[in-house]
């Protein structure tokens, strides 16, 4: 069986269903995390010899080709993987588990709530704290995304939110504690990032706002005034790391602004990214809050200033 021949027969005979640009299939259950609902992904390009590749977006198991695992999956025996000539590099740019619901309809939501006041100055909504990715049973999300065994107890008089990879970042109530544990669900799926989830309008001007933790990027939601902005939380001076997620997003070019707003303790020359990055945006632009060290501050104790620029403006 030749290479187009497999890949017809993979499209004609296995139930799977288009996932974009003619190249993306969807077969409906993932055969290494059991999910069901159509997140496994095939590369399958009838049109050259590159190798068929395979993404979860559930469970971020990839390849950069299929094996007899998939091809079972897939009610195909006793068939022959041919060789291909060339090989698919499969990325992940997607979020993980975006499909379960992180906060129910009957959630008692009134302790983080008064705590995020405590902390930016505002009460969000119950909207808000889905935008925010707030898990408000962690032991049960755990449970659910994976089976390796963790201690329940972690998760008390925490508030835990998701990251990009899948993960949890928790915060203590009692500052006198350990702040912020972090716990990864799945092996290897890479380092996470906090983003709020919302979109952006992309027939306007696009707002990048970068920063480290996640009640950074909170004030900043809150206090910046920062038009059509989608906001990314690096967990760390990593901030190149935000730029490359945009990136992977698909989202450049010169109707894209970049800011970063850095920690006080982090100098301009300590933020480093590839500078090629730097023609790919309207600007790349670090800015700082010259009252406190971050924006996790309510209103009257943020006031930002420019301190560089950079990029095609």
Not at 190 to 203: C, K
Not at 248 to 262: D, M, P, Q, T, W
Request: aromatic letters at 12%; charged letters at 20%; hydrophobic letters at 30%.
């Amino acid at each position: 069986m030749t290479t187009i021949e497999f890949k017809r027969m993979l499209i004609d005979h296995c139930g799977l269903k288009p996932g974009g640009r003619n190249v993306w299939w969807r077969a409906q259950t993932c055969p290494f995390c059991g999910n069901n609902k159509w997140k496994f992904y095939l590369y399958i390009n009838v049109n050259d010899d590159s190798s068929v590749g395979y993404d979860c977006k559930r469970c971020n198991t990839k390849s950069q080709l299929i094996d007899q695992t998939v091809l079972n999956s897939l009610g195909i025996f006793g068939e022959q993987i041919p060789k291909f000539k060339g090989v698919k590099t499969i990325r992940q740019n997607g979020e993980l588990f975006t499909d379960l619901e992180l906060l129910p309809e009957s959630t008692d939501v009134s302790d983080v709530q008064n705590y995020i006041n405590s902390r930016i100055g505002v009460i969000p909504t119950f909207d808000e704290l889905r935008m925010f990715n707030y898990v408000a049973d962690p032991v049960k999300y755990c449970k659910t995304v994976s089976s390796n065994e963790f201690n329940p107890n972690m998760f008390i008089n925490r508030f835990c939110f998701k990251l990009t990879n899948g993960a949890l970042t928790c915060r203590y109530h009692n500052d006198a504690q350990t702040r912020w544990i972090k716990h990864s669900v799945i092996n290897n799926a890479g380092p996470g990032l906090y983003t709020i989830n919302h979109s952006v309008n992309p027939s306007l001007p696009i707002n990048i706002a970068i920063a480290e933790g996640v009640f950074d990027i909170m004030g900043l939601y809150y206090h910046a005034g920062i038009e059509n902005c989608l906001y990314i939380s690096t967990q760390g001076t990593n901030y190149a790391s935000g730029i490359l997620h945009t990136l992977n997003k698909g989202i450049f070019g010169s109707n894209v602004s970049i800011g970063i707003y850095k920690d006080g303790n982090v100098q301009n020359h300590e933020i480093r990214y590839n500078k090629r990055y730097e023609q790919l945006f309207k600007s790349i632009t670090i800015y700082e809050n010259i009252i406190e060290s971050d924006y996790g501050y309510p209103k009257n104790k943020i006031e930002i200033h420019k301190s560089l620029t950079k990029g095609r403006s």
